[in-house]
């Protein structure tokens, strides 16, 4: 599963595998892999903003990553936070986005 993981995701330099785990000591080489673009493992229906967001939370080194708050504040939920938002069936969305 790693594998794959990282054939699809490229492979991490010796500095992202030291930002993940500084105790790790590698004895088996990792396989080489460049990563695509974000949108070739999405489906098509996902916006732009959408596979920006997965690839801003999908970075090796943790220090890169998008944390919780700053992912909420996306671009590609600013729908959710329209005034008056409602659900299909009608019902009214509450107020997801109040941290306070």
Sequence with gaps: MIIQFIKKLGTPDKEDVAAMNPDFASKKKLPKGKCPPMN????????????DLMTKLLKYK????????????????DELREENLVFPTGNCLCDIFNFT
């Design 40 to 51: 070739t493992h999405l489906p098509k229906e996902i916006e732009e903003s959408g596979a």
């Design 62 to 77: 943790p220090g890169e990553r998008l944390n919780a708050m700053q992912a909420m504040a996306h671009p590609y939920f």
